[in-house]
Nanobody
């Protein structure tokens, strides 16, 4: 069982930065791929970024160059640093854990564990 707790969301203006954290109480989180997804009202949950146990990272085209995913295995935490925020980045952001193969890590159905979500609002 992997329990995940997100934090760090809030209100930002366009161009601002935010850091999201996804913490687990279990050290076994380090053996999972950690992923960030987001869901805006009326839309499906969409892939944002993922980091494998190897440290390799993967991003959605819409956030590439602006968002950075990282992990601290000692703290069993995955981070999402979001720079140059845009209004279209506003959503509830969810952290997930999976042991899916590489080709499946962008599919939210392949994640067996999720956090409760954290709201990110981007507005001037």
């Amino acid at each position: 069982q992997v329990q995940l707790v997100e934090s760090g969301g809030g209100l930002a203006q366009p161009g601002d930065s935010l850091r999201l954290s996804c913490a687990s109480s279990r050290s076994t989180f380090s053996s999972y791929t950690g992923g960030w997804f987001r869901q805006a009202p009326g839309k499906e949950r969409e892939f944002v970024a993922a980091i494998r146990t190897t440290g390799h990272t993967y991003y959605a085209d819409s956030v590439k160059g602006r968002f950075t995913i990282s992990r601290d295995n000692v703290k069993s935490t995955v981070f999402l640093d979001m720079d140059a925020l845009k209004p279209e980045d506003a959503a509830v952001y969810y952290c997930g854990a999976t042991r899916a193969i590489l080709s499946a890590i962008r599919d939210p159905h392949m994640y067996g564990y999720w956090g409760q979500g954290t709201q990110v609002t981007v507005s001037s």
